[in-house]
């Protein structure tokens, strides 16, 4: 009897970067993600930092590809590896590739032990990703659903500039909810005081992070997940990275660059000073004080269409669980692999190093 060849059809569908990458691509955040886990609640989020970030760029620096460092560590001047604009790899081989990374997104979280941390990482064609500075971007994040609702009605789309209540209201639409049954995810910062206090006015729930608002990003387009807007303004390396995964999903997002202390009320000669400082380099990039306030859309975050995706939790977190250490070195973790072709992997993987001390149990 004939049957639907799904799964067939859907690897056939996979770009050159996916096919040979992805699979490699989850290699590298495992094992940024296994160097962090060692620095877990030892209170020292530099260091816990450094290892990951060292440990991703050596596993990097293994793979048969052409890459550049789009969204990284910082500028070149602010990291010494993983900068912005450094090339890994073997630089061999056809695959030329951009790259997005954070060997430890959520270093607090990593560093105290708490719930969220991840080390994740993007790769698109050359041009495929934006080549973004290191500052905050104002976002609104949503799902597929939305999207769907959207296309159906053109009249209704989330908009960054409306009031907090017409873009939920557009939401719960979509999802066939009441607004009351929302829940938004937001970073517990000053900043965003008034924009808190405007969603628990239209009756929605706010799940205040204290870092790492990646993970509940591309939960929006995760059903079950329980998240299903994320707002306010966090880094732009994150948003570049929730891009990515959501145009694997088919979620949205909208994002606005802001320089930080615009976002976080400065004073005028605070941001005439960031502005003299940050500018040049801006500049350089394409971006000037004209075009800085342009909304980003998810093809203008990430203009690729063979891209994938890999994330590993460091911490337990809403998607994936956090690195499991036993034995002498060996170690379990949980990750989220996704490519272009619309395949998501969830992976579960035990690292052992010796089989006869540490054998393999069944859970």
Known sequence: MPHKKTAEGMIKCAGPIECALLPRLLQVTEAAAIAASYQMGRGDKHYADQVSVEAMRRTLNSLDMKGIIKIGEGERDEAPMLYIGEQVGKWEGDLEVD???DPLE????AANGTPGAISVMAMAERGGLFHGPDIYMDKIVVGPEVVRYERLHPEDSINLDAPVIDNLEIVAKALNRNIDELVVVILDRPR??????????????????????????VATAIRGSGVHVVMGAGGS??????????KILG???????????????KSEEAI???????MPRLEKMGITEKNMNDVLDINKLVPGNDV???ATGVTP??????VHLFGEGDARVHSLTMGSSGVVKFTDTIYIHDKEVTPLRFV
């Open 251 to 265: 979620g949205k997002i909208l994002a606005r660059l802001v320089l930080p202390t615009v976002a976080n009320g």
């Open 106 to 109: 959520g270093t607090n979280l």
């Open 317 to 322: 977190g809403t998607l994936l669980k956090g």
């Open 272 to 278: 005439a000073n960031e502005k003299t400082e940050k």
């Open 308 to 310: 994938i995706f890999s």
């Open 192 to 217: 965003h005081e008034a924009m808190i206090e405007e969603i628990r006015k239209t009756g929605a729930r706010v799940n205040l992070i204290t870092d790492g608002d990646l993970m509940p990003g």
């Open 99 to 101: 790259i997005a990374v």
């Open 237 to 246: 390396g994150e948003a570049v990275l929730t891009a990515a995964a959501l």
